[in-house]
């Protein structure tokens, strides 16, 4: 039986207790012909102690363990790494949670202050409008009390008035009755000495006709004019009986009180149609008459100087416009000459707005306002500003074809002397370190983008 081999080399015969199988060491396996099984002997003393492997397979044992170690550190790392991470991922989590709660919550704090500084605000406003509907509330009761005492206050005036008048009235009858009715009296026909009553009753009666006559809005001239006639006819029969059978006191004041009694009577009526028809006292028809004059006066004052405004105004208007035609007659002729055609083409008396607009729109080809000339200007100003943020001032930006730069070319020299001719600065070979090609690849598509993005000089 041929031994086997183990790592190229001969493994040792060792001694055979028993059937012999195949040991798996590090991927080797003995292949050893198995024998007949025999009963099993007790083996002597000296077989207890097994063949150690040799140096190779403890080698390979302590390689297999280390990297089984290495394999555990490596996991064990990983897992606390994970570990890490997501406890990291959890506090970071947290945190926002936390900073998120924050922001909500002094959002809401905020929120609810601001709700209820409104809550105030609405309060004092709602507290202010209140006080101001008491205070008019107030001011609406005192003027009404004010008022209804004044009607009440006058109601009473009139009510005293009315009554003293017509007691007067009573008493300027009882006074002059007495004449009138020794005057109309006869022996032979005591039924006369009822006249003077029958004219103090007429005079009364014609007083309340009038005063019907007031309550229904009707004329009452008619009607005071003949309690007038008849006060007259009874003062002048009491002052001629009086004078041929009293004294001249007993007629004057008889013929007095004839007249005194229905003109007051009169007068008190008097004021009752003058309030009726809302009639004015003189002062209160000065004061209008007034105010009238003095308002017709500012109504003529604010007329004219609103007519004096609108011809300045309108002189003004006239002289802008006469300046501007003059002007876009100066600076646009060719202009100015095809819109005055235009104008007459198309019925208008004067170059309008929209006349205007469309014979520069015709001549210059645009709109007022702008031409060729401007826009040579704008493009013009838009080089010299791409020349000012150029890098390289001397140059227009938008000739450069790349915007690839070298500068390991040499500068440029003076051959000689500072008076020679200049000499071009050339790159010879080894004067610097050639590019990688990562660099010359980066720098060909910043070329590229450049070349693209900057203008050209025929855009």
């Known amino acids: 039986m041929t031994s086997p081999t183990i790592n190229g080399t001969k493994r040792p015969s060792v001694p055979t207790f028993g059937p012999i199988t195949p040991i798996?060491?590090?991927g080797i396996t003995d292949t050893a012909t198995p024998q007949t099984p025999t009963p099993?002997?007790?083996e002597p003393a000296v077989a207890a102690s097994a063949p150690r492997p040799d140096a190779v397979t403890e080698a390979e044992a302590m390689a297999i363990r280390e990297r089984a170690r290495a394999e555990a550190e490596a996991a064990r790392i990983r897992a606390e790494a994970e570990a890490d991470a997501i406890r990291t991922a959890a506090e970071q989590k947290a945190e926002r949670e936390r900073i998120a709660n924050e922001r909500a919550a002094m959002r809401l704090e905020k929120e609810r202050a601001?709700?209820?500084?409104r809550l105030t605000e609405t309060r004092h406003k709602q507290e202010e409008i209140d006080r101001q509907r008491a205070e008019a509330n107030a001011a609406q009761q005192?003027?009404?009390d004010a008022e209804a005492e004044q009607a009440n206050e006058i109601t009473t005036a009139d009510a005293k008035w009315r009554a003293y008048a017509i007691r007067f009235a009573f008493v300027c009858g009882i006074v002059s009755l007495p004449v009138q009715m020794s005057f109309f009296w006869n022996p032979r026909a005591p039924w006369m000495a009822g006249a003077p009553i029958m004219l103090e009753a007429a005079a009364w009666v014609v007083h309340r006709g009038a005063r019907a006559a007031v309550a229904n809005r009707r004329p009452v001239w008619h009607y005071r004019l003949i309690v007038w006639l008849l006060a007259f006819v009874a003062a002048g029969v009491n002052l001629y009986h009086g004078l041929h059978s009293f004294d001249p006191g007993t007629a004057?004041?008889?013929?007095?009180?004839?007249?005194?009694?229905?003109g007051v009577w009169d007068l008190h009526e008097h004021g009752r149609i003058r309030k009726r028809d809302g009639a004015l006292t003189r002062r209160e028809q000065k004061t209008k008459e007034a105010a009238e004059k003095r308002a017709a006066a500012e109504k003529s004052a604010r007329e004219a100087?609103?007519?004096?405004?609108?011809s300045a105004l309108e002189k003004a208007a006239r002289d802008a416009a006469d300046k501007l035609a003059k002007d876009r007659e100066a600076l646009y002729p060719e202009v100015w000459k095809h819109a005055e055609k235009l104008a007459a083409g198309l019925g208008e008396t004067t170059v309008t707005e929209a006349v205007w607009r469309r014979a520069h729109k015709d001549v210059e080809g645009t709109d007022p306002g702008d031409s060729a000339e401007a826009q040579q200007f704008r493009n013009a100003a838009a080089r010299r500003l791409l020349d000012a943020r150029a890098d390289a001032p001397e140059k227009a930006v938008w000739k450069i074809p790349s915007a690839q730069v070298n500068p390991q070319?040499?500068?440029t020299r003076r051959r000689g002397s500072v008076t020679g001719p200049p000499v071009r600065g050339v790159r010879r070979p080894g004067d610097t370190a050639p590019f990688v090609q990562a660099a010359r690849n980066q720098a060909a598509i910043t070329a590229k983008n450049a070349t693209e993005?900057?203008?050209r000089e025929d855009s």
């Open 24 to 26: 798996h060491i590090g």
């Open 40 to 42: 099993p002997t007790k």
């Open 114 to 117: 601001a709700h209820e500084l």
């Open 142 to 144: 005192a003027e009404q």
């Open 252 to 262: 004057l004041a008889t013929a007095f009180a004839s007249v005194a009694g229905p």
């Open 305 to 310: 100087a609103a007519k004096a405004e609108k």
């Open 409 to 411: 070319v040499p500068p």
């Open 453 to 455: 993005k900057t203008p």
